[in-house]
Structure formats: C-alpha cells, structure tokens
C-alpha cells in the first residue's frame, strides 16, 4: 500500500510517526520525572510539617503555670507533668496527619489513620529521622518519625504521615493537560510537516517534470535551473543539469557525426556509382575500363579506411572494446615507429627522432602506436616539400611527453580550436588524403590514457601537437 503513496506523504507518514513517538516519549519522560519530584516533594513536605508540629509541644514540670486560653491549647497529663499542644497540632495540611504516640506505640494525640494496617511490632518500631514507605492495599504511605528532646519530653514521638496518592492527585490534573496539548501539538505537525514535505520536494519535481518534458519533446535545451544551493537537492538538480548538458553536446555531436558521415561518404560513392554507371551504359576500351575500375578500387578504399577511423573513434569514445592497460616501454615503441615511417617518407621530408631512452608509461601498446603514427601522419600530410618532422619523448615530473613537430606552413588562429573536430581539415588539404578522423583519434586514445593533447602553432612555423601521458618512469 505504502508504494502507491506519494513520496510526500510516505515523508508526512514519517513525520507523524516520529511525532507520535516524540509526544509518547515526552509523556511517560514527564510522567516519571514529575511523579518522581513531586514524591521528593511530598515526603519534604511531610519532614517540614512535623517539625512544626514538634514546635507545638511543650512541658509543664509540677507546680507549673498552664495557660488557661482553652481554645488554643490543648492539656494533656504526662508524667507529673502536663504536655502543653497547641491547637494547629490537628490541622491536616496537604493530606498529612500528625500523631503524638508514647514510645510504646500508644497514641496520646493527634491521628493515625495507618494504625489499623500496621503491626504491633510496626507501631512500637520508630525510626527517628527517617521517611520510609508502608504500602496499605493499592495506596502507598510516606512514614516519617521524629523523637522529641527536652525536659520532660523523652520517651515521646511525632508521626507523620502522608499517602502517596495526595502527590498523585496533583500530578494526574497536570497530565490531564498535557494529555490535551500534546495531541494538538501532534495534529499541527502533521500539517506543517506535510508543507515542509511539500517545500523540500520541489525541487524533485522540477526534475521530473524537467525530464518529463525532454523525454516527450526534442527540446534538450531544458534545464532544471534551482540555482545555487549546497543541499543534496541543490547538488543533485546540478548534476542533472550537468548531465543534460552532456547529453546535448553528445546529442548535437552524434547530428554533426551522421551529417558529416554522409557527406564524406557521398562523395567516394558517388564517383563509383558514376564510373559503374558509364561502364555499364558506354563502349569502353580496355585501358578505359581499366582506369574506371582502379577509380573505383580508389574511392572504395577511401570509404573502408573511413568507415574503419569511424569505428575505432566509436569504439574509443563508447569504450565497447576492451584495451588492456600494461606496463609499455614507449622509447622502443616510437624507435620502432621511426624506423618504419621512414621508409614511406614523402616529398623528400625528413624525419627526425628525438627520443629519450627508457620511458615507460601504463598503456596499450596499439592504440599508443596508432596515436604516434596517426600525428607522424598528419605532419607528413601537411608538411612541406625538403621539410623536416622531428619526433621527441622526454619526461618531466608532469608525465612523458610526445611532441611531433613539423616545419610546414602551420595551422591559422581560428583554424586552431577545430583541429580536434571529427572530419576537420584544413582548407589547403581539402582535396589531400585522409578522412579527417586522424587527430580526433588522437585525442581520444590520450584521453582513454587518462592525458591530454594541444597544439602550439603560427601560421608559417609549422605546427607541434603535444600529447601529455601520466605515469612516465
């Protein structure tokens, strides 16, 4: 049942449950606490009002001057003597009765409504200056005795005593008030917590309803927009902005993919559905249909080195493929790079290396050497004829670098920031080889190795990319 029920009011739920528990706690704490002071109270009380009475008592020797105001004092024989009691003696103050008793338990004055419910042995038994408690049936009763001192004193008690049910009465009228306000207070919470509830969860549904309408719409352009706050709401709402930024670049980027994939595709196919089409329509020669079907052995292997740079780029950035990471010697790898590149060196260009010895860093050995030669490419594609191509390695504290460096005519300001961009090529190079993937591979093999790659150039200074890779020994 509890599933069906809004995120809201399952928190309403819980805040009332809490409270409920919180006013339950708070009533039997206050219960315990009061009753136990207002016990403490009740004996202190109890000790207070025999020691006034123990005032009130008085002897008169043989011979002695009575006071003879009647209504106001009490004469009792005593001894040989008289015991002079005042006539407050009797009052019952909060329940307390006071008994006047020989040392034998012998009531001489006052009351003792216990007696009844006591022993023999209970009544002739005084602790002088100690509460102790008798329980009578249901009711509990604070006892308390005090041996009076003085001439012609000794040998007497005072007894007070008081039940306990006298405190409790008090106590019960306080909980009747708290058994109406501790309610009330229940039955506010549970809406002021429905609209804290209702408040904190705004922000919620500004997510879902921001998801909801990218999710039924194409705008990605929506944002949840809460603005700054450092709560889990705030934080969460932020980093789903953040995603959706993501999913609109990737969204934008994936159009920009397709589109320029069609475009670059188009133009190989078009030239071999064309010579396809005039082989097929037209009386060709041998040399002629020679020369059409190696145009389109041309084109087919520019759309196969394409779709494959496409894949591998896919492949890098989705990481579906797995590239084990392993201890990688780099200066042998670019060693054996160099050797190899120099043997389809074009336009007369020389490569140089410059390659520090026993660099290593944790990698994969085929997609690093695929970076290398990916940038040796590139360099060689754009460099200029009698150049040179200088390929370094050294490390610094940051990590290995791998610089490539050409001396060719260097790359335009604006052109700079786009080198990077799938299918981008230079205006010089439109009609050159290449599919325009090859620095984008770059980038996203430094990236897979947790690097980074720039580029330094001027127009007409050549151009040096320069890959960063963690981790050089």
């Known amino acids: 049942m509890l599933k069906n029920l809004s995120l809201r009011m399952k928190i309403t739920l819980w805040i009332g449950t809490l409270l409920g ?41 043989p011979g002695g001057e009575k006071e003879e105001d009647s209504d106001l004092i009490l004469h009792i024989p005593y001894k040989d003597g008289t015991l002079e009691v ?15 008793c020989r040392e034998d338990g012998t009531l001489l004055y006052g ?30 009763w604070y006892i308390y005795d005090r041996a009076l001192s003085g001439e012609g004193l000794q040998g007497l008690f005072l007894r007070g005593m008081v039940p306990s049910v006298q405190g409790e009465r008090e106590l019960d009228s306080i909980l009747r008030y708290l058994l109406i306000i501790l309610p009330l207070l229940l039955l506010v919470g549970l809406p002021v ?48 902005d953040a995603m959706f930024d993501r999913l609109e670049e990737s969204f934008e980027a994936e159009k920009k993919f397709t589109s320029d994939t069609s475009h670059e595709l188009r133009t190989p196919l078009s030239v071999i559905l064309a010579q396809c089409q005039l082989a097929l329509e037209e009386d060709l020669s041998p040399e002629e249909y020679k020369e059409a079907l190696v145009l ?15 894949l591998s780029l896919s492949r890098l ?11 990688t010697d780099l200066s042998g790898l670019l060693k054996d790079l160099c050797r190899d590149m120099e043997l389809v060196m074009e336009k007369d ?17 085929e997609l690093l050497r695929r970076m290398a030669s990916n940038l040796i490419g590139n360099a060689l594609r754009y460099g200029k004829e009698k150049g040179h191509i200088w390929v370094r390695l050294y490390q610094k504290e940051e990590g290995a670098f791998l610089e490539v460096e050409d001396d060719g005519p260097g790359i335009p300001y604006p052109e700079q920031k786009k080198v990077f961009e799938r299918f981008y090529r230079g205006d010089a190079a439109r009609s050159g080889k290449g599919s325009g993937l090859g620095l984008s591979i770059v980038r996203q ?27 050089g020994e």
């Open 349 to 365: 260009i020389s490569l140089i290396p410059e390659i520090s010895p026993e660099i290593r860093v944790r990698g994969n050995e």
């Open 111 to 140: 009351e003792n409504p216990i007696a009844r419910g006591m022993t023999e042995e209970e009544r002739r038994t005084f602790r002088d200056g100690e509460v102790r408690e008798k329980k009578l049936g249901a009711i509990t």
């Open 296 to 310: 389109i052995r041309r084109q087919g292997g520019r759309m196969s080195a394409l779709i494959e740079d496409m």
């Open 21 to 61: 528990i919180l006013v339950l706690f708070t009533y039997t704490a206050f219960y315990l606490v009061t009753r136990a002071v207002m016990m403490k109270s009740l004996q202190s009380e109890l000790v207070r009002t025999v020691a006034q009475n123990y005032d009130e008592i008085g002897y008169i020797p």
């Open 86 to 100: 005042e006539d407050d003696f009797l009052k019952a103050v909060g329940g307390i009765t006071t008994a006047l």
């Open 193 to 240: 917590g429905y609209l804290i509830a209702d408040r904190s969860l705004l922000p919620v549904r500004r997510i879902i309803g921001t998801a909801e309408r990218i999710s039924e719409g194409d705008d990605l352009g929506q944002r949840i927009g809460l603005g700054e706050g450092g709560d889990e709401l705030h934080r969460m709402a932020a980093a789903y």
């Open 317 to 327: 950035e989705r990481r579906t493929d797995r590239y084990p990471m392993e201890d």
């Open 445 to 471: 093999i430094a990236l897979t190795h947790g690097g980074k790659v720039a580029l330094e150039s001027r127009p007409g200074k050549g151009a040096l990319f320069r890959v960063v890779l963690p981790g």
